[in-house]
């Protein structure tokens, strides 16, 4: 949801940046909303209904003690966008037997390992059934999976789901969550309609998950009213959502059938899958960050507590550089990563969120050809002593201007942010904290 969320950013700093706020400026917001939300495929009706009631907000609603007129609009507009995308947040805690559908091509099986990973996150023992015998691979796809996660998956020896299921039920009695992962096709489809009816009367689950990919847009809605009627859907998991412009279409429209967003698929590891919190969820669109899932996610990563203080003071070295960069790999997408700082977002040099695993060896293999005084003081590193280190790498001059430039890139970002201290201050940090927001 890039693209759909920089919109937005963008947006939102008109209203920072201009010298005063009045029906003009209002009415330039609304427009700009319209826009975005229409870009991003929100069906029609739910942009102009959210487009009236910004504008009479803005205008007629009394300011909430000590806000001024700039920030009452920037919460107007934070408000209603979380009323759009749904303002419950949904949890799945706890045993449970788990039924996911979805379209073919949806991610629906890797976004049954991710659940599962979830699941074993909470200390519970979970398991899968492999129930799409449609797709000839798609089985495969989940043992290796499981595999990974050291989750049992069962396979029935003659490709049938519903023996594969009351196995699996047998097999996985004493497991804490069982989940099955059914074929992906058109909920319009007769066969697969059938065959999901019968899975669910002998499978009863507890959830009955719709993966959806964000960049289906407004047409989702039908799809989603559609298995909500084969299979009473529960809840759904949107995937997909870092690399499209049309994810407020896909949400919006669960939130029309009333199919609630319980989780949002953010990259292609087995890690990026994260509980769809609503209030967090529009905090990071506009910018304000969410900390909160950046700690989160710093624990996973295993960093150290030291190390993440030196990098945000700014005073970091070469060396210290390259372990906090292979730490945040582990992390997921940078630009997600990004997304969680306050005020940073979208706003992050695309280079340096396109670091491959090739490069970082390649960094890796530069640092380790340096000198301790270099590393420590890589500002004394000119023509001469590029060529010495490209040489003893294996590598290029010009990868090693580029990782000197990637350091000092990001060395700048921290001076941009102002180190913690900066992420806890600012206009956009304060604002965050009078929405209620823990940044």
Do not use: W
Request: proline content about 3%; charged content about 30%; glycine content about 10%.
């Amino acid at each position: 949801m890039l693209n759909f969320g920089k919109g937005i950013t963008d947006l939102i700093k008109k209203v920072l940046t201009r010298s005063s706020i009045d029906r003009e400026a209002i009415e330039e917001i609304v427009k700009g909303l319209q826009r975005i939300l229409l870009q991003a495929d929100v069906d029609v009706k739910l942009v102009y209904d959210l487009s009236n009631t910004i504008r009479k907000r803005c205008i007629q609603e009394k300011i909430s003690t000590g806000l001024t007129i700039r920030e009452h609009v920037m919460k107007v507009v934070y408000e209603e966008i979380t009323n759009l995308l749904g303002k419950e947040k949904t949890e799945l805690l706890g045993k449970k037997r788990i039924m996911m559908v979805g379209l073919f091509g949806s991610g629906k099986t890797t976004t049954t390992a991710k659940l599962a990973k979830f699941f074993q996150k909470q200390g519970l023992k979970p398991a899968m059934i492999a129930c799409d015998y449609h797709r000839p691979a798609a089985p495969q796809q989940l043992q290796q999976l499981g595999d990974k996660l050291h989750v049992p998956v069962h396979i029935n020896d003659d490709r049938n789901p519903y023996n594969a299921v009351k196995e699996g039920l047998g097999k996985f009695e004493k497991y804490d969550v069982v989940i099955v992962d059914t074929a992906g096709r058109n909920a319009l489809d007769n066969e697969l309609a059938e065959e999901l009816k019968e899975l669910y009367k002998i499978f009863q689950p507890s959830e009955t998950l719709l993966v959806i990919p964000a960049d289906l847009g407004r047409t989702v809605g039908k799809q989603a009213e559609e298995f909500h009627k084969l299979v009473g859907i529960t809840g759904v998991i949107v995937t997909k959502t870092d690399g499209t412009a049309k994810g407020g279409g896909a949400l919006s429209s669960c939130s029309i059938t009333k199919a609630k967003v319980k989780f949002i698929g953010t990259g292609e590891k087995i890690e990026d899958l994260e509980s769809y919190d609503p209030v967090r969820f529009v905090s990071r669109l506009l910018g304000m960050g969410d900390l909160q899932a950046l700690i989160e996610k710093v624990k996973d990563a295993e960093f150290k507590e030291e190390d993440a203080e030196k990098l945000l003071s700014g005073k970091f070295t070469l060396k210290d550089f390259y372990d906090q960069l292979v730490g945040m790999e582990k992390m997921g997408p940078l630009s997600g990563v990004m997304e969680m700082i306050p005020g940073l977002g979208h706003n992050v040099p695309e280079n340096l969120m396109q670091l491959q695993e090739t490069k970082m060896k390649k960094f890796k293999y530069i640092i380790d050809s340096m000198t301790h005084e270099e590393k420590e003081n890589p500002e004394i590193i000119h023509a001469s002593r590029i060529k010495r280190i490209a040489k003893g790498s294996g590598t290029s001059d010009k990868d090693v201007r580029d990782l000197l430039k990637q350091f000092e890139q990001s060395k700048k970002l921290i001076k941009k942010i102002g180190g913690m201290g900066g992420l806890k201050r600012g206009q956009l940090a304060k604002l965050a904290k009078k929405f209620g927001l823990k940044i």
